[in-house]
Nanobody, 117 residues
Framework: QVQLVESGGGLVQPGGSLKLSCAAS????????MGWYRQAPGKQRELVAGITSGGRINYADSVKGRFTISRDNAKNTVYLQMNSLQPEDTAVYYC???????????WGQGTQVTVSS
């Protein structure tokens, strides 16, 4: 079994920054893609950013230029640096990992990000 634990969420003013981290542990052979999703109240969960083990990255259009995803493969950890945060970014942010040779993807418990003045 694999566990993902997110941290770094909180309350920030518009224009502020936060950095999220997600550490994976457990029975891991390797991890292909790690990513961040978010879900706002009344909204569907959406992909924010993803990064492969080789460093290929994709972002949602809404965050491109403001957010930066990175990972430390040795630590099985993925990060999300969020700059120029806006109220529309308010959501629960979830970490996701595609573990090789697993029949399923794994999700973290989520961390709340609130952007408000």
């Amino acid at each position: 079994q694999v566990q993902l634990v997110e941290s770094g969420g909180g309350l920030v003013q518009p224009g502020g920054s936060l950095k999220l981290s997600c550490a994976a542990s457990g029975s891991i052979f390797s991890i292909n893609t790690m990513g961040w999703y978010r879900q706002a109240p009344g909204k569907q969960r959406e992909l924010v950013a993803g990064i492969t083990s080789g460093g290929r990255i994709n972002y949602a259009d809404s965050v491109k230029g403001r957010f930066t995803i990175s990972r430390d493969n040795a630590k099985n950890t993925v990060y999300l640096q969020m700059n120029s945060l806006q109220p529309e970014d308010t959501a629960v942010y979830y970490c996701n990992a595609d573990v090789q040779f697993s029949y399923r993807y794994y999700w973290g418990q989520g961390t709340q990000v609130t952007v408000s003045s």
